[in-house]
C-alpha cells in the first residue's frame, strides 16, 4: 500500500521519472511534422532528379536550408521512438532488444549528423 | 516460458493476425505501423542525397543517376505517399486522443478517408508541383 496521495505520483511521474515523456514527444512532433513534412514532400517532389545546380541553390536558400533542418530534427526524433515501440513490441529477448535499441538511437544520430551537417555546408554556401 | 524444472511450455496464445477476417481499421493500423517503418528506411536515402548534394557536382551527378532514374522516381512517388499516409493516420490518432471518433463506425470511416485522402494528396501535389516546375 502506498502512502503517498495520487497528486503526489502523478508528479513524481512514476518509478522511472519519465511517466509520459515518450508518448507526449510522439504527439509534440507528429503535430510539428504536419506542416514541416507537406513543405519536404513538396520539397522533394519539386527537386526530384533535379540536376546539382538546382538542387543546391534551392538548399542554400536560408529558409530552406532553416526548414529543412526543422525537418530533420522533429522527423527524426518521431521516427526513433516509433521504432523503439516497434523494436519493443516484437523483440522479447533481452540481449536482442538491448542491442536493437541502441542501434535505433545510432541509425538516428548518424543519419541526422550527416544530413544535418550536409543541409548546414549547402545553407552557408556550399 | 520457463517453468520451475526448467522445461519450456507453450503458453495458449490469444487470437491473434491469422484468426480474424481483416477489417479496415485493423488494416489501417498494420499499415501505419509499416509505413511508419519503411520512412525510416527512406531518411538513409534521404541523407545519401543530401550529403551527396553537399560533397560536389561528381558525386552527386553518380548518385542522381540511382536516384533520379525512372525506378528511384517511382520509389520517390511510394515514398511521398507513404509520407502523405502516415501523417493522415497520425492525424486521426491525434483526433483519438482527444476522445473523439473512437466510435465503431467514424472510426471505420476514417479508416477510409485516411486511404483516400492520402492517395488524392499525394497525386494532387505531384501534379501540382510539376506545372509549376
Known sequence: MSLRTPLGRVRGLGSAREGTEHFWRQRLTAVANVPLIVFFVVFLVAHAGAPYAEVTASLSNPIVAVLMGMVLVSALIHMRIGMQVIIEDYIHGEGAKVA??????????????????????????? | MASATGTKRERPLSPHLTIYRPYPTMVMSIVHRIT???????????????????????????????????????VLFGYTWVLVHHMAGGIRHLVWDTGRGLEKETSTTFAWVTLAASASLTVIIWIAVFIVR
Do not use: H, R
Not at chain 1, 111 to 118: D, E, T
Not at chain 2, 40 to 55: E, K, P, Q
Open chain 1, 100 to 126: 536493437l535499441l541502441m542501434l535505433n538511437t545510432f541509425f538516428t544520430v548518424l543519419v541526422g549528423a550527416l544530413s544535418i551537417f550536409a543541409v548546414l555546408k549547402l545553407g552557408f554556401g556550399g
Open chain 2, 36 to 74: 511508419g517503418g519503411a520512412l525510416y528506411v527512406g531518411t538513409f536515402f534521404v541523407a545519401w542525397w543530401l550529403v551527396a548534394a553537399a560533397s560536389g557536382e561528381a558525386y552527386f551527378n553518380w548518385v542522381n543517376g540511382i536516384l533520379g532514374s525512372v525506378l528511384g522516381l517511382i
